[in-house]
């Protein structure tokens, strides 16, 4: 099956500092990727849509110019966390769309903690 | 918009038995999906099963069915001999049938713990 892979798995860094979380698609090209995220015990909110090759869309309230989303291939899209301070600190996930399929898969997450 | 509510935070069965996790939502689009996803403690989300809501038959994957009431807008899962292995949370989802707007509304979760 179809598999989506998030890299890191777990990150800490210092507060003021970025960090770049990757998804890529393994075995399929993927057009649309979305980025999540779970704070504990919570459910997933969307936090973005990314097109590749495109502006990604940001959800109300989430700030676009701390939360840098790039899809610059059909295989990777990258969150950066700008200037990142512990109420930062979360559980993000990603999906990925199999071109114009139905189906969407969810990578492994990536825990941010911010010292 | 969209909205998905699961009022169950927490549910716990014996194992070998059947359980129903509740689901409801609203939606002004006529065309959509709902999906049941599963998050166990390694929190790689995973697709239990879909149904489409234009189709009037009820989804069933093995051990998991829905039971699917378009009118009330209900969504409610059903495992039957329930395992060990299917501890874990449960979210229910929905998004609009529509190339381009693919994403996902979840519900806040049941966790589901299966007793031995």
């Known amino acids: 099956g179809a598999v989506v892979s998030q890299h890191p798995s777990w990150v800490i860094c210092k507060s003021g500092t970025s960090v770049k979380i990757e998804c890529r698609s393994l075995d399929f090209q993927a057009t649309t990727m979305f980025w999540y995220r779970q704070f504990p015990k919570q459910s997933l909110m969307l936090m973005a849509t990314s097109n590749e090759g495109s502006k990604a869309t940001y959800e109300q309230g989430v700030e676009k110019d701390k939360f840098l989303i790039n899809h610059a291939s059909l295989t990777l899209s990258t969150l950066t966390v700008t200037s990142a301070h512990p109420e930062d600190s979360s559980f993000y996930i990603c999906?990925?769309?199999?071109?114009?399929?139905?189906?969407?898969?969810f990578g492994e997450g990536s825990w941010l903690t911010v010292v | 918009a969209q909205t998905v509510t699961q009022s169950q935070p927490e549910m716990s069965v014996q194992e070998a038995e059947t359980v129903t996790l509740s689901c409801t939502y609203d939606?002004?689009?006529?065309?959509?999906?709902l999906f049941w996803y599963k998050q166990p403690p390694s929190r790689q989300m995973i697709l239990v099963i879909r149904?489409?809501?234009?189709?009037?038959q009820n989804a069933t994957e093995n051990r998991f069915s829905v039971n699917f009431q378009k009118a009330a807008k209900s969504f409610s899962l059903k495992i039957s001999d329930s395992q060990l292995g299917d501890a874990a949370m449960y979210f229910c989802?929905?998004?609009?049938?529509?190339?381009?707007?693919?994403?996902?509304?979840f519900g806040t979760g049941t966790r589901l713990t299966i007793i031995p």
């Open positions: 989802a929905s998004r609009i049938r529509m190339v381009g707007n693919e994403k996902l509304t």
């Open positions: 999906s990925a769309r199999e071109g114009l399929g139905n189906t969407i898969y």
């Open positions: 149904q489409e809501a234009y189709k009037q």
């Open positions: 939606t002004s689009e006529s065309d959509y999906y």
